[in-house]
């Protein structure tokens, strides 16, 4: 048994941005894919878990960016359990070139969810076992503490967006990876064709349902360096009137 389980990902055409790197939003994706892969090689598949009433909630991401996968590269992702405390986990994931250069780090946080009860439960002793825990974070920063976003000069602009049928996953809920897609859509041109996303923090604190409508707000602080640019978003669930996930990013202003 390791503690580590590592899967190959090729970045496709379609993955990609028109600057010809990973798509935050895909990022996403191939983390959410490796995880329910090493989960299915213990033999606790998603579907498993879901027809003994059971699943995995997201709680947030903390994403470190040293540089984007770029079209047809090959990258392997290493993901494993680094700490686990009643009905919460910790996984890790470290994503490498083949040139082995580390490449981006990511830890995430999830909550093992009883379905029926419809509230979270102590993970299960034959299921906890299963993993050998690497006591090892991979991203320790948290940018969602900076003092800047207290400031309070800032650049405020509002969207709103229609939950859509395609946004739902297996739980009835909008799929964690959408959440990210509505913050990269709602950045200013500026950042779109000039910056690059260096960092990723979110924290997610209540599903949204279909159908809904949402609200992104996002607050653009102004930084000393010119070359930076640190960003909060907040989304918010129109129909509950409450937030459900706040995001924030660092980025970079390309060299």
Known sequence: MKQAFNKIFEVHSYDVLNNQQLNPVKLIDYLNDTA?????SLGYSIETLFKKG??????????????????????????????IKRCFAYREFLIKSNQNES????SSRWIFYNINKQRPVKIPSNLSSLWLIKPVEACSLSIAHSSLLREPKYQNEEKEYVVQI????????????RYIDWIMENKPEIMKQHYTLKYLQVLYHHEIKYPGEIMVQQKIFPQQDKSKQLISDQIWDKNKQRVASEIVTQWQLFK
Do not use: C, F
């Open 54 to 83: 059971y699943s995995w909630i997201l709680l947030s991401w903390n994403i470190r960016i040293n540089r984007w996968p770029r079209l047809r590269e090959m990258i392997e992702i290493e993901t494993w359990i680094s700490r």
């Open 166 to 177: 395609q946004d739902i996953d297996i739980l009835g809920h909008v799929h964690n990876s």
């Open 103 to 106: 490449i981006i780090k990511v």
């Open 36 to 40: 329910a892969h090493h989960s299915e």
